[in-house]
């Protein structure tokens, strides 16, 4: 039996009367909203609600998916300790899911539980839900930093979960919008959030749900939301089938940006199966680009295939270029997935003996020792878009006045503590956020006498 019907709802604490104390009245749109989405849930008699709340547990590079059999909570750290929950879990679909996972080699599962209580994220809807329904176990599943193509992918193995064991599932999609609607709301004004806004109840009112890929990261970022990656959970359980949509409301009286949408599947529609029509296509416009690309580029690639296939370095090539083998230098092998950077290490000074090992070197290590993700798998190598940077020599410079985060590279360095940034990158314009930048990614602060160094690079792609 397919997921009967998702609802993506938000999760203000104020809307619940007992916490709100009257505040709620002027989001009163967004609860008349609320309280049908509930009376729909309810009429389908869920067995199970699945929740995504970016309020759980989250990690970097995994999805965890609440275990044991169930969970406690209440909104005291709220002030209304009396409104209170006892939710029992889902324990056979939770073990289906986790099989769909173990068995793609996907990174989800019940390991790393650090708070067993549930998050408002969970409660807030829930408190809806129980207002017209009590019965129905609950799954609870948080978001992750990997990229929308892995919360899509997660999507498509509950929805496989839930056909496999024929329940009755309803999934709830919790998200805040922007969190930068008003310069009078409690998180500012960017002038991203009403965008993003405007863009995801479009998107999400017509069901057009490939274009949930098209929100880069940068714009989400500055938007503040905290939802997207939970709409995308919900697609994923949609994937191939047609859905009738309809948008709620939308509010932003507070400054943040709270928006409801019901989604009903039909029949099967193969021209829906958004993940792999984008990676089929994403897979020949790489094809293509790989066919054009340089040998320092080459290089990577080839040293990277290698190591995630047979866990071996890649053999020196004897059909380099003698500039590759002669030269000693610095470089940085950078990788992205689908838009997202997956991997990137280098080095601000030779340590091989010439540039074609120096990349080799760091392309095994971006692929598989970079601390903010996990090794790369065999089954994303057709998806990977590689760049190679080929530092030249570092100037000491005086003053900010010295540099261009165009032409520049920039390295901060305090004491033992060192930072650095390459130049050119996307979502950094200013000189001032390239120092930050630099600066926290060595662990200095502001207020240390810092210094400065500059390098230009020759970038490959």
Not at 73 to 87: D, H, L, T
Not at 199 to 220: K, P
Not at 305 to 323: D, F, K, M, N
């Amino acid at each position: 039996m397919p997921i009967l019907a998702a609802f993506m709802v938000p999760h203000p604490p104020m809307i619940v009367p007992a916490i709100g104390k009257g505040s709620e009245a002027q989001i009163e749109t967004t609860a008349a909203a609320y309280r049908q989405a509930a009376r729909e849930a309810a009429a389908l008699k869920p067995e199970t609600i699945i929740i995504t709340s970016p309020h759980s547990i989250m990690y970097s590079d995994y999805f965890h998916i609440s275990p044991g059999a169930g969970a406690k909570g209440s909104f005291a750290s709220f002030r209304a300790p009396e409104v209170r929950f006892s939710e029992a879990y889902d324990t056979e679909l939770v073990e289906a899911i986790c099989q769909r996972a173990q068995q793609e080699d996907f990174p989800a599962g019940t390991l790393g539980e650090r708070d067993k209580s549930l998050d408002h994220g969970t409660m807030v809807p829930l408190w809806f839900l129980r207002q017209e329904y009590k019965e129905g176990k609950i799954v609870r599943i948080g978001l992750s930093g990997l990229p929308l193509s892995d919360h899509y992918r997660l999507g498509m193995m509950i929805r496989d979960a839930v056909e496999s064991l024929g329940r009755r599932v309803v999934l709830i999609a919790s998200g805040d919008l922007s969190h930068k609607l008003q310069k009078t709301g409690p998180y500012g004004f960017a002038p991203e959030g009403p965008q993003y806004d405007a863009r995801i109840m479009d998107v999400c009112g017509r069901a057009a749900f490939d274009e949930l890929f098209d929100f880069d990261e940068s714009f989400c970022d500055r938007a503040a939301e905290c939802g997207h990656r939970s709409f995308v959970i919900m697609a994923g359980a949609f994937d191939g089938q047609q859905v009738t949509a309809r948008a709620l409301s939308h509010e932003d009286i507070t400054g943040v940006g709270y928006g409801i949408c019901t989604f009903y599947p039909g029949e099967k529609d193969p021209s829906r199966r958004f993940l792999a029509l984008r990676q089929e296509k994403e897979r020949l416009a790489l094809l293509s680009k790989t066919a054009r690309s340089d040998d320092y580029v080459r290089l990577a690639r080839n040293a990277i295939e290698t190591y995630v296939r047979t866990g071996r370095r890649l053999p020196l090539p004897a059909s380099l270029p003698q500039e590759m083998l002669s030269r000693r230098a610095g470089a940085f092998v950078s990788i992205h997935e689908h838009g997202s950077l997956r991997g990137c290490i280098g080095t601000i000074l030779p340590t091989e003996k010439c540039v074609a090992e120096e990349i080799i070197q760091n392309a095994i290590s971006a692929c598989s020792r970079d601390p903010r993700f996990h090794r790369i798998r065999e089954e994303e190598l057709p998806y990977l878009d590689l760049s190679v940077d080929v530092l030249g020599d570092i100037e000491d410079i005086s003053s900010p006045d010295q540099l261009d985060v165009k032409r520049y590279g920039i390295i901060v360095n305090y004491g033992r503590k060192r930072g650095l940034l390459l130049p050119d990158l996307e979502g950094v314009d200013t000189v001032e956020d390239q120092i930050d930048i630099a600066r926290q990614k060595g662990g200095i602060r502001e207020t240390d006498p810092y210094t400065l160094q500059r390098f230009e690079v020759i970038r490959h792609l």
